[in-house]
């Protein structure tokens, strides 16, 4: 099993920053990428970045790219989100997600084997 928890959500102004973390645990986590979802209102889910554990390759979704950066620590088992340039249309509910690699890369739900965590609220507002 694996497990997965964010935090670092919260409220901020267009244009701001957040720093989202995804703390990782569990047995088969060497096979997983680790993966951030989001969720507004009204929507659907949208991947929109991912990291592989097995090379540290990374994809980003084209309404983020070049605003949010994935990385990981992998000494401490955590995975970030740095958010910048924030905007309205980014305030969602994101989730970390540990899925397997093909479905990290194409950013699409892993109805398989995937492990989700709980979810934190970005809210951007003017």
């Known amino acids: 099993q694996v497990e997965v928890a964010e935090s670092g959500g919260g409220s901020v102004q267009p244009g701001r920053s957040l720093r989202l973390t995804c703390e990782v645990s569990g047995a088969l986590l060497p096979a997983l990428g680790i993966a951030w979802f989001r969720q507004a209102p009204g929507k659907e889910r949208e991947g929109v970045s991912c990291?592989?554990?097995?090379?540290?390759?990374?994809y980003y979704s084209d309404s983020v790219k070049g605003r949010f950066t994935i990385s990981r620590d992998k000494a401490k088992n955590t995975v970030y989100l740095q958010m910048n340039s924030l905007k309205p249309e980014d305030t969602a509910v994101y989730y970390c997600?540990?899925?397997?690699?093909?479905?990290?890369?194409?950013?699409?739900?892993?109805?398989?084997?995937?492990?989700w965590g709980q979810g934190t609220q970005v809210t951007v507002f003017s």
């Open positions: 997600v540990a899925l397997r690699e093909v479905f990290c890369a194409a950013l699409a739900v892993d109805d398989f084997l995937s492990f």
């Open positions: 990291v592989y554990n097995s090379d540290d390759s990374t």
